[in-house]
């Protein structure tokens, strides 16, 4: 069962994004904060969403999106940050089911397009995504500002 995640499953998506970034071997990178997750899900001014995969009333995965801009179709379009299923449940179909599930609310949304991103050693979900009919956008390379990089370009 899909559904959306509700202010109660902020600390279950927190560990799920640990889990996701040990399976990434990104741990290291890990710094959040539920405050701030609870926030940004289900503050005042929500910035990201999540929805839930549930098997026998426990949360086995997970899909945490939000709205972007496309000016080359002049439509919005959906990203998708992070897409996991605890590994014991991979297999099952939650993973489409999460995908499939962002998948519709873009379009009901009016959505041009839905993007991600996967690690190049990441196999698995790299013939995932192609079995879906996602393609790898060749030509393009992602660039990131974080930390102290973020803070002196955004200075004044």
């Given at each position: ?17 640990r889990e996701l970034a040990e399976y990434e071997q990104l741990t290291h990178q890990v710094v959040l904060e539920e405050q ?121």
């Amino acid at each position: 069962m899909i559904r959306p995640a509700q202010p109660a499953d902020t600390a279950t998506i927190c560990d799920l994004v640990r889990e996701l970034a040990e399976y990434e071997q990104l741990t290291h990178q890990v710094v959040l904060e539920e405050q701030r997750v609870h926030e940004h899900l289900f503050g005042a001014q929500p910035c990201v969403e999540a929805i839930l995969a549930e098997e026998d009333g426990k949360v086995v995965g997970f899909a945490l999106f939000f709205r972007n801009y496309s000016t080359f179709l002049g439509r919005p379009g959906m990203y998708l940050e992070d897409l996991y299923v605890k590994p014991e449940h991979r297999g099952a179909g939650h993973g489409r089911a999460l995908l499939a599930e962002v998948a519709r609310l873009a379009v009901q949304r009016g959505c041009g397009r839905l993007e991600w991103a996967v690690l190049n050693w990441n196999t698995p979900s790299i013939e995932f995504y192609n079995k879906l009919g996602g393609e790898p956008l060749d030509g393009w390379t992602t660039y990131r500002l974080t930390g102290e990089a973020l803070v002196k370009l955004g200075r004044p």
